[in-house]
């Protein structure tokens, strides 16, 4: 069986890549922000605490690659970074 076969009635993962993780952390801090349903409950949930880890860990990686990234791939990241602080920006005041 090849690794992109897919044996049960999931669909098959997207392709391993710097966009597509960085987009899946984003995903998850956005659970966090309670701005889209937790995978595990299907339910929204504040946690900022949790959204703001995935946000330094984001910003972390913007550190780590700069300079690394193709034009697309650092206006993605960019853009994640200032969409998701903007929300927690919001969230942390109205708390």
Avoid: W
Avoid at 22 to 44: D, N, Q
Avoid at 48 to 54: P, T, V
Avoid at 64 to 73: F, G, I, P, V
């Amino acid at each position: 069986m090849t690794q992109n076969q897919n044996t049960d009635a999931t669909p098959p993962l997207p392709e391993v890549c710097f966009s597509t993780f960085i987009l899946s952390l984003a995903s998850s801090a956005l659970a966090h922000l309670g701005e889209v349903p937790l995978p595990e409950s299907g339910r929204t949930e504040k946690n900022l605490s949790l959204a703001k880890h995935s946000i330094d860990v984001l910003e972390m990686l913007r550190l780590k690659t700069q300079s690394n990234l193709d034009e697309q791939e650092n206006r993605l990241l960019e853009g994640l970074l200032y969409e998701l602080r903007m929300k927690y920006v919001i969230l942390s005041e109205k708390s």
